[in-house]
């Protein structure tokens, strides 16, 4: 590894804003690489700018073009190309915050000279609502030990809401080649998958309390806008699947208790995402997928399937019937309202 950090900007028609988010990274230095991932743009400059920021910073910044394979291929050649002992995924929408960022590479760079690197980094992110001009920071006081090394188990509760994104994650590199991670293509909501695979494999965590990752949402066009959401019902269904299968969580949770309580908790809110959208979509087809997932879970695990089942947000999103379906659909709005989640 010749570079501290690798950073993989998936690009997909994003020559609009793409070029704020490279500023951001470039305050990083030489101690970083960027790789901007051309995911077959066609409808604008993405790519030619792509190279045109390649031939700018031919020491950091490096353009991979390939054919549209969705956001988790992007992050896929990141992996396979980078050459930065921790890996950080950015999206072309988003920028990191450049005074946060010059702390948290000084920090990384002692991570780098130790025998056994730290594996697992994390920082805090900031939602910021297009829709109403506010902010809200996603931070883990509550959670994590603050500049220090720890394990799992030295973490505490997560509030409701609260779970690890992708934006507030930085991996070590070659753990995520070690654990396997490969995300699929043409498949929304991978980040997911890239945040819970690896967590079994981390034995060292370091928590900034720095607001690094900033984070638009509320466009009406983003993937996690809802009635978008709703329509890749099966995208999702698809990554939840692909998490079940990742873990034994419930062995997990044998032996590493605090680390197998939030995996089994981030498991259950990704089956109530996929319960209360495939209701909101409200076709046979999504409340079909909807029995297929609580099944697989069921098969692939009948004391997981029991934990999750009857936690109350499912409780709350899986009411039967025709009028059960509205209120579910009622009370996740009211939630999302409270804690703007999306």
């Given at each position: 590894?010749?570079?501290?950090?690798?950073?993989?900007?998936?690009?997909?028609?994003?020559?609009?804003?793409?070029?704020?988010?490279?500023?951001?990274?470039?305050?990083?230095?030489?101690?970083?690489?960027?790789?901007?991932?051309?995911?077959?743009?066609?409808?604008?400059?993405?790519?030619?700018?792509?190279?045109?920021?390649?031939?700018k910073h031919p020491d950091i910044i490096r353009a991979i073009h390939q054919e549209n394979g969705g956001h988790g291929e992007g992050v896929n050649q990141g992996i396979r190309h980078a050459r930065g002992l921790?890996?950080?995924?950015?999206?072309?929408?988003?920028?990191?915050?450049?005074?946060?960022?010059?702390?948290?590479?000084?920090?990384?760079?002692?991570?780098?000279?130790?025998?056994?690197?730290?594996?697992?980094?994390?920082?805090?992110?900031?939602?910021?609502?297009?829709?109403?001009?506010?902010?809200?920071?996603?931070?883990?006081?509550?959670?994590?030990?603050?500049?220090?090394?720890?394990?799992?188990?030295?973490?505490?509760?997560?509030?409701?809401?609260?779970?690890?994104?992708?934006?507030?994650?930085?991996?070590?590199?070659?753990?995520?080649?070690?654990?396997?991670?490969?995300?699929?293509?043409?498949?929304?909501?991978?980040?997911?998958?890239?945040?819970?695979q690896p967590l079994p494999f981390v034995k060292t965590l370091y928590y900034m309390d720095l607001d690094l990752y900033r984070y638009f949402i509320g466009r009406a066009d983003q993937s996690v806008n809802e009635s978008v959401m709703a329509g890749r019902i099966d995208q999702q269904v698809r990554v939840t699947k692909q998490m079940i299968a990742a873990h034994d969580v419930m062995?997990?949770?044998?032996?590493?208790?605090?680390?197998?309580?939030?995996?089994?908790?981030?498991?259950?809110?990704?089956?109530?995402?996929?319960?209360?959208?495939?209701?909101?979509?409200?076709?046979?087809?999504?409340?079909?997928?909807?029995?297929?997932?609580?099944?697989?879970?069921?098969?692939?695990?009948?004391?997981?399937?029991?934990?999750?089942?009857?936690?109350?947000?499912?409780?709350?999103?899986?009411?039967?019937?025709?009028?059960?379906?509205?209120?579910?659909?009622?009370?996740?709005?009211?939630?999302?309202?409270?804690?703007?989640?999306?």
């Amino acid at each position: 590894m010749d570079k501290l950090i690798t950073f993989a900007v998936p690009c997909y028609n994003s020559a609009d804003y793409m070029d704020h988010c490279i500023e951001t990274l470039l305050s990083a230095g030489e101690d970083a690489e960027i790789i901007l991932v051309d995911d077959g743009s066609a409808r604008d400059d993405t790519p030619a700018k792509c190279d045109e920021w390649a031939a700018k910073h031919p020491d950091i910044i490096r353009a991979i073009h390939q054919e549209n394979g969705g956001h988790g291929e992007g992050v896929n050649q990141g992996i396979r190309h980078a050459r930065g002992l921790y890996y950080k995924v950015v999206d072309s929408d988003d920028w990191l915050d450049t005074d946060a960022l010059a702390q948290v590479v000084a920090k990384l760079r002692e991570f780098a000279a130790m025998p056994a690197p730290v594996d697992l980094l994390i920082a805090n992110y900031v939602y910021e609502h297009v829709e109403d001009n506010t902010r809200k920071v996603m931070g883990y006081k509550n959670v994590f030990p603050t500049g220090q090394i720890f394990t799992w188990d030295s973490i505490r509760h997560f509030r409701t809401s609260q779970y690890l994104l992708m934006h507030s994650v930085i991996y070590r590199t070659q753990l995520l080649r070690d654990c396997g991670l490969e995300l699929p293509k043409h498949t929304f909501y991978v980040d997911n998958i890239f945040v819970y695979q690896p967590l079994p494999f981390v034995k060292t965590l370091y928590y900034m309390d720095l607001d690094l990752y900033r984070y638009f949402i509320g466009r009406a066009d983003q993937s996690v806008n809802e009635s978008v959401m709703a329509g890749r019902i099966d995208q999702q269904v698809r990554v939840t699947k692909q998490m079940i299968a990742a873990h034994d969580v419930m062995a997990i949770k044998a032996t590493q208790p605090r680390l197998g309580r939030y995996m089994l908790n981030y498991l259950s809110m990704m089956m109530s995402i996929s319960s209360i959208f495939s209701v909101i979509a409200n076709t046979p087809q999504s409340l079909g997928l909807r029995t297929e997932l609580w099944e697989y879970l069921r098969q692939k695990n009948a004391a997981l399937y029991r934990r999750c089942r009857y936690k109350a947000t499912n409780v709350g999103t899986n009411i039967p019937g025709y009028q059960g379906r509205k209120l579910s659909v009622g009370l996740y709005r009211l939630a999302r309202k409270i804690y703007k989640f999306n």
